[in-house]
Nanobody, 121 residues
Framework: QVQMVESGGGVVQAGGSLRLSCVASGRTLINVDMGWYRQAPGKEREFVAMIRWSLRAYNSEYAHSAKDRFTISRDNAGNATYLEMNNLKPEDTAVYSC????????????WGQGTQVTVSS
């Protein structure tokens, strides 16, 4: 079983920055894709960023709304992921959750409990 715990959310003014952290425990995730998703009130959960393990290296992918403002990273041990968010906008307000997808015949998704990010105008 994998436990994932996010932190770093809060209230920030538009144009500000936040750094979200997600630490996983229970098994090593060094070769597992990890990502960030968010859900705003009344909306579906949406993809924000992902860092994939491919060809012995990490590669990042971003939603269009996050590109050039957000940066996803991993720690060297591979069990933590971070989301650096700059130039935040009110539309970035949401609960941000981290995800780990363990590959296999049936991939298994693990989720954290989420951390609230509120951007005031």
């Amino acid at each position: 079983q994998v436990q994932m715990v996010e932190s770093g959310g809060g209230v920030v003014q538009a144009g500000g920055s936040l750094r979200l952290s997600c630490v996983a425990s229970g098994r090593t995730l060094i070769n597992v894709d990890m990502g960030w998703y968010r859900q705003a009130p009344g909306k579906e959960r949406e993809f924000v960023a992902m860092i994939r393990w491919s060809l012995r290296a990490y590669n990042s992918e971003y939603a269009h709304s996050a590109k050039d403002r957000f940066t996803i990273s991993r720690d060297n041990a591979g069990n933590a992921t971070y989301l650096e968010m700059n130039n935040l906008k009110p539309e970035d307000t949401a609960v941000y959750s981290c995800n780990a997808r363990v590959p296999g015949p049936v991939p298994i998704d693990y989720w954290g409990q989420g951390t609230q990010v509120t951007v005031s105008s």
